[in-house]
């Protein structure tokens, strides 16, 4: 792995490193959330050079293996990962597993032994008898409204999911999901999208930092992009934090101005 630019607190200047293999504590510690006791949300997420951010409704097609370290050191950093419904659907989630590699460092930040799973969905529309309900190291969340089906908050709570709501009406309010779940000390947030969960944090201004995987392929059709729904009214800006490179693919961090 070749680092393009440093990671210096939001800030980056042209550094060309030599090429080699970077550890997992090196990788760890260059992803690092910050330091404090704020809030911190982050999305993960890759998108082609033609800007998919999905190849046949899934995202593995455009990943690598390096591609995948990345993703499991960010996994490894955070209190918990919040996910649409529909990406659970089509990537087939389950639950988040602890890793030896990261037991020292998650036990001195004071996190338990795997992130939280939470899922945001307004009708609950899931198949609570998956593994990602039923067999979790640590439980499920469920982000929904308070005007969500009741038979179906009872089903996910029998399943052992625990239900947050984050919304007065069915909806869940993306400001109001990142702030239930601090409050319940998950401060340092990952969100895998999908596209559209991804569209209402842009929108409501609450994404600190993008993780970016730009793969090197090409995919013309009319996959979506990272991002989806109502376009904001004035673009949000970020500045890039850093940028690696592996076996042609990008891994850029991008943080909020």
Known sequence: MRQLFPVTDMTAQPLLASDREWS??????????????????????????????????????????????????????????????????LEGYRPARAREAFMDRRAAAGQGPAPVIAVVSASLDLDFSLPLFTEPLVPTVVLTGSGAPADRIRAAREAGAEVLFAGDGARVMPARAVAVLAERGLRRQLTEGGPRLLGQFVGADVLDELCLTISPTMTAGDAQRIAGGPAVAVPTRFQVASVLEQDGFLFTRYGRI
């Open 24 to 89: 997992l504590d090196e990788l760890a510690d260059a992803y690092a959330y910050p330091e404090g006791g704020g809030t911190w949300l982050r999305a993960n997420m890759v998108s082609s050079l033609d800007g998919a951010g999905q190849h046949d409704g899934r995202s593995r097609p455009l990943s690598s293996e390096a591609d995948m370290r990345i993703f499991g050191i960010l996994r490894g950093l955070a209190d918990v990962v919040v996910v649409g419904a529909e990406t659970v659907r």
